[in-house]
């Protein structure tokens, strides 16, 4: 199984992701004082994670490894 299109998805476009997200951050655009931009950062961290695994699973059922 070729893991290569998994890796480039998820190292670059998670390098994109994340440098976009601390680019916002480190400008102002978002603070943990605001629970607004609290659940927002949380929603986007824990939406990227479970689509990681839910990825991750189905690309593990395909080889028959899960």
């Keep these: 199984m070729n893991w290569d ?3 480039y998805q998820y190292v670059v ?5 994340f440098s ?3 680019l ?4 102002g ?4 004082k605001n629970k607004e931009d609290r659940y927002t950062s949380v929603f ?3 939406t990227f ?3 990681l695994c839910g990825q991750l699973i ?6 028959g490894v899960g």
Excluded: E, N, P
Aim: aromatic share 26%.
């Design 5 to 7: 299109s998994f890796a």
């Design 49 to 51: 994670l479970v689509y």
């Design 29 to 32: 655009d978002y603070s943990w």
């Design 13 to 17: 476009g998670g390098l994109i992701f």
């Design 44 to 46: 986007l961290l824990l």
């Design 24 to 27: 916002a951050w480190r400008s």
């Design 20 to 22: 976009i997200f601390i």
């Design 58 to 63: 189905w690309q593990l059922a395909a080889t």
